[in-house]
């Protein structure tokens, strides 16, 4: 199952709680310290669960934009210009005035 099937199952299994609390409310009574506590638990979670999927949806969009093909570069054929290497010394050869040892 992907992640957002997923997603989806949690948000209906937490649509099926909100309901279930609702019918206890009614019930019981929304007066008391334990549902009041069960009700704000329901809530949290619904929070928490809306958080996870923000987050998915932009690892996701991370991801995939990831997994494009990369922008080609051209890059010429013609010699670079000699004039930027004037003042480098060969690499392991010592500088151009002196010798090696």
């Known amino acids: 199952m992907s992640v957002h099937d997923e997603m989806t199952s949690v ?3 937490l649509d ?3 309901r279930s609390v609702g019918r206890l409310e009614q019930q019981l009574g929304s007066g008391g310290l334990d549902m009041r506590r069960v009700r704000a638990d329901a809530e949290h979670l619904r929070e928490s669960v809306a958080l996870l999927r923000e987050a998915t949806a932009t690892r996701t969009g991370a991801a995939q934009s990831t997994q494009r093909k990369p922008e080609l570069l051209t890059i010429p054929d013609t010699p670079y210009d000699g004039s930027l290497w004037v003042d480098i010394d060969d690499e392991g050869l010592g ?5 090696a040892p």
């Open 11 to 13: 948000q209906r299994c």
């Open 16 to 18: 099926d709680l909100a």
């Open 95 to 99: 500088a151009r005035d002196r010798r």
